[in-house]
């Protein structure tokens, strides 16, 4: 099945926007300057853990499957710039990604994540996610923000099984 929706997780508000949660939204925005054909791009003005509720009420609004419907998210589980398609599956405890799932009432909706980590040790990983990135990682992040907007590029134009091929990858 095509995508037909991406949705890119993060929280509003200029205070956010540079922040380690915010990867999600930032692909999603690096997309809309060259916005795919056949895709809407959505980026909710909602915080992180209540982001479902605007993405469901949007996939019922253009009568869309789960299956057409791709979120990018950030994911402290995974290095930095690596990133990690699937299918479908659970939250992985990403609180975003949990309130599309339960907001959706599937797990059967396709997933893009974009590395942030790893959590150093001993820090929270709540307190991690809202901290910006260094100057020593940013050139990384872009690198990875452009990657992971070629990878939905791919899901879009070709499928999801190639971008899963050619990008579940970590990077070198």
Same mark, same amino acid.
């Given at each position: 099945?095509?995508?037909?929706?991406?949705?890119?997780?993060?929280?509003?508000?200029?205070?956010?926007?540079?922040?380690?949660?915010?990867?999600?939204?930032?692909?999603?925005?690096?997309?809309?300057?060259?916005?795919?054909?056949?895709?809407? @791009?959505? *980026?909710? +003005?909602? $915080?992180?853990?209540?982001? !479902?509720?605007?993405?469901? &009420? %949007?996939?019922?609004?253009? /009568?869309?499957?789960?299956?057409?419907? @791709?979120? *990018?998210? +950030?994911? $402290?589980?995974?290095?930095? !710039?690596?990133?990690?398609? &699937? %299918?479908?599956?659970?939250? /992985?405890?990403?609180?975003?990604?949990?309130?599309?799932?339960?907001?959706?009432?599937?797990?059967?909706?396709?997933?893009?994540?974009?590395?942030?980590?790893?959590?150093?040790?001993?820090?929270?990983?709540?307190?991690?996610?809202?901290?910006?990135?260094?100057?020593?990682?940013?050139?990384?992040?872009?690198?990875?923000?452009?990657?992971?907007?070629?990878?939905?590029?791919?899901?879009?134009?070709?499928?999801?099984?190639?971008?899963?091929?050619?990008?579940?990858?970590?990077?070198?």
């Amino acid at each position: 099945m095509p995508i037909k929706l991406v949705v890119g997780l993060g929280n509003p508000g200029k205070s956010y926007s540079a922040t380690r949660h915010n990867v999600g939204r930032r692909v999603v925005e690096f997309l809309e300057k060259e916005k795919p054909e056949g895709v809407y @791009l959505f *980026v909710p +003005d909602e $915080f992180m853990n209540t982001s !479902g509720v605007p993405v469901a &009420r %949007l996939v019922r609004k253009k /009568g869309l499957a789960t299956e057409d419907v @791709l979120v *990018v998210s +950030d994911d $402290f589980e995974l290095p930095l !710039g690596s990133l990690r398609l &699937r %299918l479908k599956g659970s939250s /992985g405890g990403h609180n975003g990604l949990k309130s599309v799932l339960e907001n959706l009432a599937t797990q059967n909706v396709p997933r893009l994540r974009v590395g942030i980590g790893p959590v150093p040790r001993g820090e929270d990983p709540a307190d991690f996610v809202l901290k910006t990135f260094s100057s020593g990682e940013k050139k990384k992040v872009e690198e990875a923000v452009a990657q992971a907007a070629e990878a939905v590029r791919v899901a879009v134009m070709e499928s999801l099984e190639t971008a899963m091929n050619r990008f579940n990858r970590r990077p070198e």
